[in-house]
């Protein structure tokens, strides 16, 4: 039974580590930042061989915020940012990781600059992307919102509680 046991627990530490999707560093994680590369080589290939000025700056910044995110998911760079977020944000609620909110002032001027060029796009080129980029901002915001106010309370509860369980049991 101790050895039944012991393997539970062992392969329980193995998903927890190398299956998590929400893990820093896993195989998961890996695999998003090479699918963000890649999309962000994509992205340099239309630039690249664009015919206007205009298209050949619009798909370099998106290569380069999209090869940024690949980087951001491989290394983590956010959460260098929490520094930032902590120093005018309460730590506390949706605002425990405050990563996010740097990275949500540094959309507002990106989005301008990036809607000119989207706006110049093929209708069905144009939705794609604007759903695409929708649906991995929400699933990145929205999910590390979630994920803040579940530490937040995580804290303030002892453990065997439902928000700390969640968090921290390996």
Do not use: C
């Amino acid at each position: 039974l101790q050895g039944y046991l012991q393997g539970l627990v062992a392969h329980e530490r193995f998903v927890s580590q190398y299956l998590d999707l929400n893990g820093e560093g896993t195989p998961a994680a890996y695999f998003s930042a090479l699918s963000l590369l890649a999309t962000a080589l994509v992205a340099w290939f239309l630039s690249a061989n664009a015919d206007q000025k205009a298209d050949r700056r619009f798909w370099g910044l998106t290569a380069l915020l999209l090869a940024f995110f690949s980087l951001d998911e491989a290394v983590s760079v956010h959460e260098g940012f929490v520094v930032i977020g902590e120093r005018f944000l309460p730590r506390e609620g949706i605002f425990f990781f405050a990563w996010w909110a740097p990275y949500l002032i540094a959309l507002a001027p990106l989005l301008a600059v990036l809607v000119p060029g989207l706006l110049r796009l093929a209708p069905s080129t144009r939705w794609s992307l604007v759903i695409g980029g929708a649906l991995f901002v929400t699933g990145a915001l929205g999910m590390e919102l979630a994920e803040s106010e579940i530490a937040a309370r995580a804290v303030t509860h002892p453990p065997g509680s439902p928000y700390y369980e969640m968090l921290y049991r390996q």
